[in-house]
């Protein structure tokens, strides 16, 4: 049960012969229910400062929370974006090293390209070396051949005479 200041200034006493004096019972009971009540306001003030005490540790409490998951977000947001560049790198220099290889193929394969080419060249040189060399040789032999006396120089008496011949041989079977 609880007891009010108010309950405590009305509060009656039975008289008895030899009791307490009223007034000083009343007095009393006027004191203590004056005490009381300052007690019960500084009790209630008090009640009520705890709880804006409790609701702002309540909200701190919260926003402790509130702070440490952010927290925990932000470092696994950050290690997802580490885990991401990171792939990323690697894709980018697998990428490039391919590129690189793609690239360092392509020179070689030209490489052996222009050296066949070369080669081939230098075939067609020694073919047509060789070929003019041929033709010079024969226009050589042509030439010394015709340095000398011709055939029709050596042999021009007697090709005039076979023709004689032919020509009266040809005369007699005509008639």
Do not use: C, W
Not at 14 to 28: D, I, M, N, Q
Not at 73 to 100: F, G, M, N, V
């Amino acid at each position: 049960m609880k007891i009010t200041p108010l309950d405590i200034r009305q509060k009656r006493f039975e008289t008895a012969l030899r009791g307490f004096s009223r007034r000083e019972v009343e007095a009393h009971l006027e004191l203590i229910a004056g005490e009381f009540e300052e007690v019960v306001k500084e009790n209630i003030a008090l009640k009520e400062e705890l709880k804006r005490t409790q609701l702002k540790l309540e909200q701190h409490q919260e926003r402790e929370r509130t702070l440490q998951e952010t927290m925990v977000t932000a470092q696994r947001i950050s290690e997802d974006l580490k885990s991401a560049a990171k792939k990323e790198a690697e894709i980018i220099i697998a990428d490039a090293e391919h590129q690189a290889e793609k690239i360092v193929h392509g020179a070689h394969q030209r490489l052996v390209q222009v050296v066949e080419d070369i080669n081939e060249l230098k075939r067609q040189r020694t073919q047509f070396e060789s070929q003019v060399r041929s033709v010079l040789d024969a226009h050589q032999k042509l030439l010394e051949t015709f340095k000398g006396p011709s055939f029709a120089d050596r042999d021009y008496a007697r090709v005039e005479d076979n023709v004689a011949y032919l020509s009266q041989k040809k005369a007699n079977v005509s008639e």
